[in-house]
Nanobody
Framework: QVHLEESGGGLVQYGDSLRLSCVASGLTFGAYAIAWFRQAPGKEREFAASINYSGDRRSYIDPVKGRFTISRDNAKNTAYLQMDSLRPDDTAVYYC??????????????????WGQGTQVTVSS
């Protein structure tokens, strides 16, 4: 019933930008924190950014601070990840995830009960 779908990935060059979207259905979107995770080739899935259910609190890991911006539009049931100044080590499959009533503070995969299928981001050097 609950479905999250990411889009907006692609192949870009060093320094370029992308905006990822996560569209949710089958849930009350405004009641969920949304997080973006990423999984690079040969590596474990890691937290990248999150936003709480009300949209007034954000969290980022150090490598993306100042370059990535997470946002949400509850009227559109959509969350976004604006990715600027991309570099090759950002290459990964990016997943959105949802946590009911979450404040977006958790960086653990098990906290998030709903997941999308991911979208590929590849940054060439």
């Amino acid at each position: 019933q609950v479905h999250l779908e990411e889009s907006g990935g692609g192949l870009v060059q060093y320094g370029d930008s992308l905006r990822l979207s996560c569209v949710a259905s089958g849930l009350t979107f405004g009641a969920y924190a949304i997080a973006w995770f990423r999984q690079a080739p040969g590596k474990e899935r890691e937290f990248a950014a999150s936003i709480n259910y009300s949209g007034d609190r954000r969290s980022y890991i150090d490598p993306v601070k100042g370059r990535f911006t997470i946002s949400r539009d509850n009227a559109k049931n959509t969350a976004y990840l604006q990715m600027d100044s991309l570099r090759p080590d950002d290459t990964a499959v990016y997943y959105c995830a949802a946590d009911k009533y979450g404040e977006g503070l958790s960086k653990n995969t098990y906290t998030y009960e709903h997941w999308g299928q991911g979208t590929q981001v590849t940054v060439s050097s």
